[in-house]
């Protein structure tokens, strides 16, 4: 069974950096892609990077530049590096997990939430001016 667990969220002020970590376990091997989703208080749960099974990575233009998804596969770890925060982006932040199928290539990953089996419980940020 697949588990993430998130971590490093908090409160920080406007301008400055935050990076977010993901810890998997549970994977049988390393055909997944991977992704951060961010929920604000009353707004739907927002898809804002993904990465493929082969590093391939996707944002969403609303934090294209600001935000960086890398993976480290020796350490099973997801991150969400996210510089010069702002107040919009004070949020639930959740990692997901889903495994590629073998209609996908390699290089797809996904932003949409019901394409995600796995999800963690997600890690405060809280931005404020």
């Known amino acids: 069974q697949v588990q993430l667990m998130e971590s490093g969220g908090g409160s920080e002020q406007v301008g400055r950096s935050l990076r977010l970590s993901c810890v998997a376990s549970?994977?049988?091997?390393?055909?997944?892609?991977m992704a951060w989703f961010r929920q604000a208080p009353g707004k739907e749960r927002e898809g804002v990077a993904c990465?493929?099974?082969?590093?391939?990575?996707n944002y969403a233009d609303s934090v294209e530049g600001r935000f960086t998804i890398s993976l480290d596969k020796a350490a099973n770890t997801l991150y969400l590096q996210i510089k010069n925060l702002q107040p919009e982006d004070t949020a639930l932040f959740y990692c997901?997990?889903?495994?590629?199928?073998?209609?996908?290539?390699?290089?797809?990953?996904?932003?949409?939430?019901?394409?995600?089996?796995?999800w963690g419980q997600g890690t405060q940020v809280t931005v404020s001016s």
């Open positions: 549970g994977f049988t091997d390393r055909d997944y892609y």
């Open positions: 990465i493929a099974a082969d590093g391939t990575t």
């Open positions: 997901a997990a889903q495994r590629r199928s073998p209609y996908n290539s390699y290089w797809h990953c996904s932003r949409a939430s019901s394409n995600f089996r796995f």
